[in-house]
Antibody
């Protein structure tokens, strides 16, 4: 069965960095685009970043552009999110998610359990 | 960018009620719309994609309709396990925006 397991969350001070990881199993990781999606406390779902199956394209939500970087290592079945210059507003549960679809028409069919990132001084 | 407006933001209903949630895009998105359910403390779950295609394993009391700019999620007979927050998401192209969510709670 499809499994996505995130790690790397924690408490960090504003302005610092954190790297999230997500290991996929139960499917051919290199064939699927991947998302990071977050949910801040008391807020709704927000897409953060998307990466193509082969890493050839990346897209970012406006508020994280220039601060976050999505990447993947298909040899390790692993997705990453490098988060720099963190802000209090980045506090959220971060979900790794698998895309389904083609070209830009990518919805999410499987979600990881999420990892909590808390940005606080 | 295309904006997604979901309404109502919350509603109260009873078991057995027919429930309707709406999602409106500021521009046409074809049928590139998905619906997700999230229960408190749980992971979101895909219910419907391509506006009206039920994901495998999702009960048939859930249905989706619409195309272009106006979309609807309907629960034909609300069950106890359906109390949750529902989100729409456009996925025709970047940005893959979610609606603000609709919380369905007990009347």
């Amino acid at each position: 069965q499809v499994q996505l397991v995130e790690s790397g969350g924690g408490v960090v001070q504003p302005g610092r960095s954190l790297r999230l990881s997500c290991v996929g199993s139960g499917f051919t990781f290199r064939n699927y685009g991947m998302y990071w999606v977050r949910r801040a406390p008391g807020k709704g779902l927000e897409w953060v970043a998307v990466i193509w199956y082969d890493g050839s394209n990346e897209y970012y939500e406006e508020s994280v552009k220039g601060r976050f970087t999505i990447s993947r290592d298909n040899s390790k079945n692993t997705l990453y999110l490098q988060m720099n210059s963190l802000r209090v507003a980045d506090t959220a549960v971060y979900y790794c998610a698998r895309t389904y679809g083609s070209n830009y028409a990518l919805f999410i069919d499987y979600w990881g359990q999420g990892t909590l990132v808390t940005v606080s001084s | 960018d295309i904006q997604m407006t979901q309404f109502p933001s919350s509603l109260s209903a009873s078991v057995g009620d027919r429930v309707t949630v709406s999602c409106r895009a500021s521009q046409g998105i074809g049928n590139n719309l998905a619906w997700y359910q999230q229960k408190p403390g749980k992971v979101p779950k895909l219910l419907i994609y391509a506006a009206s295609t039920l994901q495998s394993g999702v009960p048939s009391r859930f249905s989706g309709s619409g195309s272009g700019t106006d979309f609807t999620l309907t629960i034909s007979s609300l069950q106890p396990e359906d109390f949750a927050t529902y989100y729409c998401q456009k996925y025709n192209t970047a940005p893959w925006t979610f609606g603000q969510g609709t919380r369905v709670d007990t009347k």
